[in-house]
């Protein structure tokens, strides 16, 4: 017991004498020299007079965009310049149709895909229902062929709701890509 106490005597009197002891003499102070300036002339700016630059509904230059959320199923068909442009197959995560409660009827076409990459553009073809009340629509993407895409294909899909507008009283079965989506009166 005694070392015991004789030890801790001894590492508190250290402590005492070290918290005790005087600050340590402050470090000399040593300016930092000041930057010297460069000698050379940095290069003029360069002006771009505003009728050169492209203007904001100029999209040649961006990168693709996300498509919208809705719309009618004519802004994503077919474009004159399509057979220009390689074509890719869109992998249909799901696909519903609805009915609004309008008279008459507008069936809408939701459904979640993927494209190959971000760098496609949707493309949807709808046809005029059949002898049997099929209507076959179409959906597939379309990039430049010779442009480079270096965007990869995204995790989570695209979403959109399309309206196919109205349709004659009768039965109908909506098929996407080959695959009954379902079935409605109007």
């Known amino acids: 017991m005694k070392v015991l106490y004789r030890t801790l005597i001894l590492i508190l009197a250290a402590c005492l004498f070290t918290a005790c002891s005087p600050n340590p003499p402050p470090a000399a102070f040593t300016p930092i020299p000041p930057v010297e300036q460069p000698t050379q002339m940095l290069p003029p700016s360069i002006v771009i007079p505003a009728t050169q630059l492209p203007s904001a509904t100029d999209t040649s230059q961006m990168p693709p965009s996300i498509p919208p959320t809705t719309g009618d199923v004519s802004q994503y068909a077919p474009q004159v310049g399509d057979s220009a442009m390689m074509r890719g ?73 399309l309206n196919l507008g109205s349709f004659p009283k009768g039965h109908y079965s909506l098929w996407l890509n080959g695959a009954k989506v379902g079935e409605f009166d109007s």
């Open 89 to 161: 197959d869109l992998r249909i995560e799901s696909s519903s149709l609805s009915l609004d409660a309008s008279w008459p009827p507008q069936v809408t076409l939701d459904m979640a895909y993927f494209q190959p990459t971000p760098c496609f553009q949707l493309r949807v073809e709808a046809a005029k229902p059949d002898a049997q009340g099929r209507i076959q629509v179409s959906a597939y993407a379309v990039a430049e062929k010779d442009k480079a895409c270096v965007l990869m294909a995204l995790a989570t899909p695209y979403k959109i709701s």
